[in-house]
T-cell receptor, first 117, second 112 residues
Framework: EAGVTQFPSHSVIEKGQTVTLRCDPI?????LYWYRRVMGKEIKFLLH????????ESGMPNNRFLAERTGGTYSTLKVQPAELEDSGVYFC???????????????FGPGTRLLVL | GDSVTQMEGPVTLSEEAFLTINCTYT??????LFWYVQYPGEGLQLLLK?????DKGSNKGFEATYRKETTSFHLEKGSVQVSDSAVYFC???????????FGIGTKLQVIP
């Protein structure tokens, strides 16, 4: 079974540019999450999709970030325009059930390393 | 809100040494507790978990016991190997919420 995949693995852009990150969850997983780790800090939650609906977007830092999950399959996270403080590693995770219990495992992708210059 | 506290490291140990990485937490309700590991160049992998008080999670020689009275979930391994070199994240997930709350991550380096 294929795991969670993310593209690109690395991205280097200049301040003010736009970047789009993609996440493909494990097939059949209803839940999809985005997290971010800024260097030296904790991994922080950004948002959670259940199928194509945003269940919780309380962690999104500001309106420069836009996440979508068309058709309830893959998801994209767009940053427009990018700022220096957006640099970090963006992780995607998925889990199976829409009514997930608290101990259910979230499976993480390898992350996208974003550097904004 | 929920939070997880762990030592940042780096922790450097010789091969076959005993490992302890401390983790304490603050949470509402009855969280599930997790240890994730990130090997160099790879993504986060679930190492072990415990879903209720006094449960012990174990995997690959690592163990952690859910201690509600001390709100702790310390990670231990009796004899580390060079291949255990990685960053270890303690994490929790509270009842009624879907997100995982992580600690800062502890970098472990094991030298031959």
């Amino acid at each position: 079974e294929a795991g969670v995949t993310q593209f690109p693995s690395h991205s280097v852009i200049e301040k003010g540019q736009t970047v789009t990150l993609r996440c493909d969850p494990i097939s059949g997983h209803d839940n999809l999450y985005w997290y971010r780790r800024v260097m030296g800090k904790e991994i922080k939650f950004l948002l959670h999709f259940v199928k194509e609906s945003k269940q919780d977007e309380s962690g999104m830092p500001n309106n420069r970030f836009l996440a979508e999950r068309t058709g309830g399959t893959y998801s994209t996270l767009k940053v427009q325009p990018a700022e220096l403080e957006d640099s970090g590693v963006y992780f995607c995770a998925s889990s199976q059930d829409a009514l997930a219990f608290v101990g259910e495992t979230q499976y993480f992708g390898p992350g996208t390393r974003l550097l904004v210059l | 809100g929920d939070s997880v506290t762990q030592m940042e490291g780096p922790v450097t140990l010789s091969e076959e040494a005993f490992l302890t990485i401390n983790c304490t937490y603050t949470a509402t309700g009855y969280p599930s507790l997790f240890w994730y590991v990130q090997y160099p160049g790879e993504g986060l992998q679930l190492l072990l978990k415990a879903t209720k008080a006094d449960d012990k999670g174990s995997n690959k020689g690592f163990e952690a016991t859910y201690r509600k009275e001390t709100t702790s979930f310390h990670l231990e391994k009796g004899s580390v190997q060079v291949s255990d070199s990685a960053v270890y994240f303690c994490a929790l997930r509270s009842g009624g919420y879907q997100k995982v709350t992580f600690g800062i991550g502890t970098k472990l380096q094991v030298i031959p």
